[in-house]
Every structure is written in structure tokens, then in C-alpha cells.
């Protein structure tokens, strides 16, 4: 990897785990517990379409089917009202409780818009459906008594800023006052009204800009619901690139109705995950002090090449924004890939060290780790800690670059009597590791990698330094 000359600077408890639904606890928590457990950020639009299903009981038994089918590839569910509007509420708790079983979230799209008696009546119905969360329309001008009296209930709200039809520009991008655009009003409104997320539809219109304005005026900590992906064609990259660490992504038309929606909604779930821990990650990586660092002269690695960049994690362990966000990237990963299994804990010494000790923890498992050199001293061992005969094993690591070391690494478990076949890093130098591990039948997973939208990242950061 060579970059321009400018740019020169510097035993598991997976399957015990349930959302622990309180009325105390604000939405943006279940929010989190949910994301975690199912390591996740894809919610399913769950809308039974008129011409498919006729009646109360056709479209119950469909949703019901639906979350069986979905319930482990997403951490939300939405259904629009306008479908369901003949259910009857036994039939909302029919769905609502199974998706609950699912850990699942429950948003009720219903986009209440009404004066404050009358929001107040269909908050009520939803809470009773068992609902965890609705969606407002804010336009009538009265979204924070809609939002007060929505979390007297214990219900969350989502106000609705930007919706995803490509005709939504005609009124929501009207310079109404002091040129502002309308959505710009609404969404000043929203973080007043102490909302916990906006809805920003991914319509055509919506630009990378304008997502990045959302989300710098909203903060860190509120959600924003990006529906308009799927059948209408919405820009997954767009929204993950810009919209920040608290997302939802909307997938409906395009699961429910495949021929195969459970392995749809793993498609979509593994293509949005994946492109979010990249960016979540790289971006990390780049604006932690000391974590990447280029060099007009090579620098040696660890497997002996030189390069003229230099990835150091343990600068990510010293700040614990950065510390933070590569867990919570990480044991996501983890829970996706490798589910309810029960595991241990491999790493190799010293630099994997902190990374799988944090993942141990997190997961409240057992952590050993490999010597690349034995001791010559005590018991010489190059496993240190207990490998029992068949005992699960995965592998959690810093950085990679030919692989070497983590099939030592693979190897010595195996002698001990181990089992093991996913190893994950968090960066990969993309020089032979993922290749050379197959070999030995073990596949290895990656936060972020050497790719070529690395470099874009790269040089972008450079670029916005020098600015």
C-alpha cells in the first residue's frame, strides 16, 4: 500500500441473553441491548401487503412466519399502520409478543399527527399492542407534548424529518424562513422535543451532506431510522458512511416478499454490519492518536516486511472512545458469526492480549493465550492457560498482515486438544492472512482491512487535515 507523498504525517452466555425491557429504561438503551445481542442494525419493515393477504388472520400468520424467519438477522421490526389497520389489538400482541421472544425491537409506523387529546388516544392503543415505539408526524407543531406524554408511557418516539419518496423534496427541501430549508425546522424541533430518533428517508434527494448535518446537530446518542432501502432503492453506503454509530436501517418489501427471507435478511443484515464496522473502524483507526502512523521511511513489521504505514492498536486500548467503539464493533461480530455456540478465548502475545481479554469479559468467558516463544523457564508451555479435549475455541487478535503467527497460534490449540475454526482481528493488512488461514480450515473475520476504500479513507482524512 503506497500512499501519495502529500499525504505523509503522521463457555458463552450468547444464549441466555434477553433485552431487559423496563419501563424506566429510555428507548435508546433497548436500542443498544437489542443491537448487541443480535449484533445488528437492520430493522424489518414487517408490512403485509393488501393484495397478498386478505384477511386479519392471513396477515397475522404472515408476520408471525416472518419473524421466525428474520428474527435472528435483524434487531428490529416496523410495521406501517396503513397495512395492518384491520388487526384487532389480540392480533398486534400475537405479533408483538413473538417478536419479543425474538429479542426484538417493536416500531408502530403509524406517523401520529393530531392534537394532543387524540395523539394522546393512539398512544395508548399502541402501548397496549405492545409496542415500544411510534413514529410522528411533527408537523402540526406539537411534537413535544406527543414526546412527553410518549415516554410517561414508556413508548419511544421517531420523528419523521425526511421521508424516503423521491417526490418529499418538493416540501421538505421549501426554503420556508431565513432560507432554511422545512426538514431543517422539523429536525430543530425534534432535538427540542427530546425525541429519540429521527427518520431520514433515503430518497434520492437526501445528500451525504445533508445526513451529516442530521447528524451532527442530533448528537451522538440519537438514532436515526434510514427507511427507503430495498425495493425503493435506497443507498445503504450513503446512510452508513454518514449517519453515524446509531443507525437503523429499514429493509421491508425486499425480505418479506423474497422467496427466501431468512436468507435475504442475512444478505442485507451481513452487507450493512459489515460495511458499518469497516467504516466505524477505519475511522477510528485514522483519528486515534497514534494508532496509524505513515512514514517516508519503511517501517518493519512483525512478520518482517517493510511497509511505509504502521497500524498500532494498542494506541486504540489508551483512549477509551476509540477503546470503546472497536469492542462494541467486535463482539458484534463475534455474536453474528458464531451465534449461540459456547467458546473460549485464543489470542497470541502480547498485542492480542488487551483485545481478547475485553472480548473474554464481554462474553464472560475463559481466555488463553499463545508464546510465540516458549519460556525457559516453569513449564515451557506455549498455550498458557487450561485447553481441555474438544473445548470450542475462537481466535480474537489485533492485526494480521500474512497470517503466520495466528496459525502458530491455530496449531498449538489443536495440539493441546482444542478445537477452533473462526479467528477475528480487528484490521487486516490483506498480505496472505485470510488465504493461508483456510488452508488449515479456519476462516478469519476483520473489522477493517487494506482495502481500497481504506485508501479512500486515508486519503480523505489527509485531505480534511490540511483544510
Not at 130 to 150: F, K, Q
Not at 289 to 311: Q, R, T, V
Amino acid at each position: 500500500m503506497t500512499f501519495p507523498a502529500e499525504f505523509i504525517q503522521t463457555n458463552s452466555l450468547i444464549s441466555g441473553l434477553t433485552i431487559k425491557i423496563s419501563e424506566n429504561m429510555r428507548f435508546v438503551e433497548l436500542y443498544e441491548e437489542a443491537v448487541d445481542i443480535k449484533g445488528s442494525v437492520l430493522c424489518v419493515g414487517l408490512d403485509p401487503p393488501v393484495e397478498n393477504f386478505s384477511t386479519p388472520q392471513e396477515k397475522t400468520k404472515f408476520c408471525l412466519e416472518i419473524i421466525e424467519k428474520v428474527g435472528q438477522n435483524c434487531s428490529a421490526i416496523k410495521i406501517n399502520e396503513n397495512f395492518v389497520r384491520d388487526l384487532s389489538i389480540e392480533h398486534h400482541l400475537e405479533i408483538t409478543q413473538r417478536a419479543k421472544m425474538n429479542n426484538l425491537l417493536l416500531i408502530y409506523d403509524c406517523k401520529l399527527g393530531d392534537i394532543g387529546n387524540s395523539s394522546k388516544s393512539g398512544m395508548y392503543l399502541v402501548k397496549r399492542m405492545g409496542y415500544d415505539a411510534l413514529t410522528v408526524n411533527p408537523i402540526l407543531g406539537n411534537l413535544r407534548e406527543i414526546s412527553r406524554e410518549a415516554h410517561n408511557l414508556g413508548l419511544g418516539i421517531f420523528s419523521l424529518i425526511y421521508p424516503s419518496n423521491p417526490e418529499a423534496y418538493k416540501y421538505y427541501k421549501k426554503k420556508i424562513a431565513n432560507d432554511s430549508e422545512l426538514y431543517k425546522y422539523l429536525l430543530i424541533d425534534s432535538i427540542e422535543s427530546n425525541v429519540d430518533g429521527v427518520i431520514v428517508g433515503l430518497s434520492p434527494d437526501i445528500t451525504p451532506v445533508e445526513i451529516q448535518y442530521i447528524r451532527k446537530k442530533v448528537g451522538k446518542d440519537m438514532i436515526i431510522l434510514f427507511p427507503g432501502v430495498g425495493a425503493q432503492g435506497g443507498d445503504i453506503e450513503k446512510a452508513i458512511n454518514n449517519g453515524g454509530d446509531k443507525v437503523l436501517i429499514n429493509v421491508g418489501r425486499a425480505i418479506i416478499m423474497s422467496s427466501d427471507p431468512e436468507k435475504e435478511s442475512m444478505r442485507y443484515n451481513e452487507l450493512i454490519m459489515e460495511l458499518k464496522e469497516f467504516i466505524d473502524v477505519s475511522t477510528t483507526i485514522l483519528k486515534t492518536e497514534g494508532a496509524f502512523n505513515l512514514s517516508k521511511e519503511p517501517i518493519k513489521l512483525s512478520s518482517g516486511k517493510l511497509s511505509n504505514y504502521y497500524i498500532d492498536c494498542r494506541a486504540i486500548y489508551s483512549d477509551p472512545e476509540a477503546r470503546n467503539i472497536v469492542v462494541k464493533s467486535m463482539e458484534r461480530l463475534i455474536r453474528r458469526k458464531v451465534g449461540k455456540k459456547g467458546f473460549k478465548v485464543v489470542t497470541t502475545a502480547s498485542a492480542g492480549i488487551p483485545i481478547a481479554s475485553i472480548i473474554a469479559d464481554k462474553f464472560g468467558v475463559g481466555l488463553v493465550y499463545y508464546r510465540a516463544e516458549k519460556k525457559d523457564y516453569g513449564l515451557s508451555k506455549k498455550i498458557e492457560g487450561i485447553v481441555r479435549e474438544d473445548e470450542y475455541f475462537i481466535g480474537v487478535d489485533d492485526l494480521t498482515t500474512t497470517g503466520r503467527t495466528a496459525l502458530e497460534c491455530i496449531k498449538a490449540i489443536r495440539a493441546s486438544g482444542g478445537i477452533i475454526e473462526k479467528y477475528f482481528v480487528i484490521f487486516d493488512r490483506l498480505e496472505g492472512a485470510k488465504e493461508l488461514l483456510a488452508t488449515e480450515g479456519v476462516e478469519l473475520y476483520s473489522l477493517a482491512r487494506t482495502s481500497d476504500k481504506f485508501k479512500e479513507l486515508v486519503e480523505e482524512y489527509y485531505k480534511e487535515k490540511q483544510t
